[in-house]
Structure formats: structure tokens, C-alpha cells
């Protein structure tokens, strides 16, 4: 057995959330009813939802100093995570995140990379190690697209599964090269369209097959589109496409459901789990995460993801 699971190259932020009542309009100022500080970042998130999965993670990242670089570490440590290979540039701001939480749960986010913009290849290649001795490898767009280019490279080379969450959505699109070394795709529907070079809002079904298609004609192995609520669908080359019903659970707010659906996939695959069976769990982990504020406070452990799919309460649609 391998000492690492899966390998997260990682993004670090420190969430500062306002809880207001809907969304502002331009010029406007709104009064908030809560504020947190609290841990994030997608990569930070993904890892941390893979290690209550029970898979053993690493991470790669590059943080800066002060409370909040001390505040990742620390969270890091408690999670069981292994961040021998999470750079600290000590003179440098943490990457962070303003969001807007409404009274309905959703929210907006405008996300600063701060330190995490320095990580590069270099960093991918002196982690080599860890990534020979993992099974996944994962990676969002919150850290620069030629450290997630070198992991996917090397993953490829070592016969590693790669897993990838498109969020946020590139506005300059993706570099040919990385296109077919990743096997799975989890964007939202607005994510996918975008990548696809289709309008983000359209959102219909037969819009996400079109959108879907033309990313795996590029070389993609599977996408798995989430939608919230509504659950996720799964298409692959030359199979019909194969979609799961949401759960009905209460929602607080949404903040890192994407992030968890992304961490609970790999660490189901990094188990074992084929795409179909891995992607129910991530469903039910993703529906359990939106029961308390902030990122990480409900993502689920393994335990509490197991009794819901026991429950039956959802299924293909």
C-alpha cells in the first residue's frame, strides 16, 4: 500500500465571508448580519474533504507567512494531511477570498491568489516522490496552469488518475497539451459552457450534452458536471450520459460544495471505486457539506456519507 493516496496541488485562502441579504447591485452597500474568518481555498478544501473520505493525502502548495499562513498549517496538521512539500514564502500575503453568502445559501466570491501565484513546476518536480507513491493527483484553477501542467505530466508518466475542477473558469481557455492528460472534468454547468465556448447560461440539457462532447473530443476521459440541487451528471465517449437526483437537505450555504464533490471523487477513486460508484458518493458528500457555514466546517466524514447512500434517498435519473 502506498503511503499516499492521492496528491492535491493545492490552493491556500483565508475565506473572509459577509452574510448579507441578497446580492448588491453596482453601487450599492448592504449591511451584513455575520462575518467569518474562516479556512479556503479550492485545493485546501478539495484535500481536506478527501482526508474525512479517509484517503491519505499530500499536498503541494505555497503559502505565505503571518496568522494566516500559520492558520492553513495548523489545519493541515489536524487533518491528518502531509504538507511536508507546502513551500512558505514568509514575506508574502496569503491568498484570499471575499465572499458574499445571501439568505438563500448561494453566494459570490472574488478570490486573491496571494502567495499560491507562485507555484510553479519546479515546485511539482521537487514533490516527484510523493506523486510516484500516490494513486490520484488533483488540481483546480486556483493555482497557476504550469504547476497543474507539470502534475498532470508526471501523473500520465507514473499511470496515475488525474482529477481536475475547472473553477474559476480560465478566460483564456486551457493549453492544448493538458486537455488529454486529465481523466476527469467536475465544472459546474456555467464552467462547462464556458470552457466549451458556449454562452455560460446555457444551462439546458441538451446545451451541457453539446458542451460536454466538445470537451471530450479534445481529449478529456470523462466530465462530470455538478448542479447543485439537482445533483450531477456523468458523460463519457460513446456512453450514454448517466445522471444522479441531489439530496433534499437543508442548506445554510454553499461555500465548498464543489470542492468537496471534487475531494470525496478522488478519494472514492484513490479506493478503488469505478467512476459511476465514486460519483455517488461525492453526490452524497457534496449534499452533506451545505449544512454550516463556511468550507470545511460539514464536509463530511466517511461514516456520515455512508448512511446517506444507506438511506436511498437518491438515484439515477
Known amino acids: 500500500m502506498p503511503e499516499i493516496d492521492l496528491v492535491c496541488v493545492a490552493s491556500w485562502n483565508v475565506d473572509l465571508i459577509a452574510h448579507v441579504a441578497s446580492p448588491l447591485l453596482r453601487g450599492q452597500t448592504q449591511m451584513a448580519h455575520r462575518f467569518d474568518r474562516l479556512p479556503g481555498g479550492k485545493g485546501s478544501n478539495a484535500a481536506i474533504a478527501a ?6 493525502v499530500g499536498l503541494i502548495a505555497r503559502i505565505g507567512g503571518d496568522d494566516m499562513g500559520r492558520m492553513g498549517l495548523d489545519l493541515w496538521h489536524r487533518e491528518g494531511i502531509d504538507a511536508r512539500h507546502v513551500v512558505q514564502a514568509p514575506q508574502e500575503a496569503n491568498g484570499t477570498a471575499l465572499i458574499l453568502v445571501f439568505d438563500d445559501g448561494d453566494n459570490s466570491i472574488a478570490v486573491y491568489p496571494g ?65 488529454p492528460l486529465i481523466d476527469v472534468l467536475t465544472p ?40 447543485g440541487s439537482k445533483g450531477c451528471c456523468l458523460y463519457r465517449p460513446g456512453q450514454a450520459p448517466l ?4 439530496h433534499a437537505v437543508p442548506v445554510t450555504d454553499t ?14 477513486m484513490s479506493r478503488g471505486l ?4 465514486a460519483m455517488r458518493w461525492a453526490n452524497a458528500a457534496a449534499a452533506l457539506s451545505v449544512a454550516s457555514h463556511g468550507a470545511v466546517t460539514a464536509m463530511p466524514k466517511l ?10 434517498l437518491s438515484a439515477p435519473r
Not at 513546476?121 to 516522490?129: T, Y
Not at 446545451?207 to 471530450?216: C, P, R, V, Y
Not at 460544495?257 to 478522488?266: I, N, R, V, W
Not at 461514516?303 to 436511498?312: E, P, T
Open 255 to 268: 461555500i465548498g460544495a464543489g470542492d468537496t464533490f471534487s475531494g470525496a471523487l478522488a478519494a472514492a
Open 303 to 312: 461514516a456520515q456519507v455512508q448512511a446517506l447512500l444507506n438511506s436511498g
Open 51 to 56: 482526508a474525512r473520505q479517509g484517503a491519505r
Open 115 to 179: 502567495a499560491g501565484a507562485g507555484l510553479s513546476a519546479g515546485h511539482v518536480l521537487a514533490a516527484r516522490e510523493m506523486l510516484a507513491a500516490c494513486r490520484v493527483v488533483m488540481a483546480s484553477f486556483e493555482v497557476p496552469l504550469d504547476a497543474t501542467l507539470q502534475a498532470f505530466s508526471l501523473a500520465r508518466q507514473m499511470g496515475r488518475f488525474t482529477l481536475l475542477n475547472p473553477a474559476p473558469a480560465p478566460a483564456g481557455g486551457l493549453p492544448d497539451a493538458l486537455w
Open 274 to 277: 469505478d467512476l459511476p460508484a
Open 243 to 246: 445522471a444522479l437526483l441531489g
Open 188 to 227: 459546474n454547468a456555467g464552467e462547462l459552457a464556458a470552457l466549451a465556448g458556449l454562452d455560460p447560461s446555457l444551462t439546458d440539457a441538451q446545451s451541457q450534452a453539446l458542451a460536454a462532447a466538445a470537451l471530450l473530443a479534445r481529449g478529456v476521459g470523462a466530465v462530470i458536471v455538478t448542479r
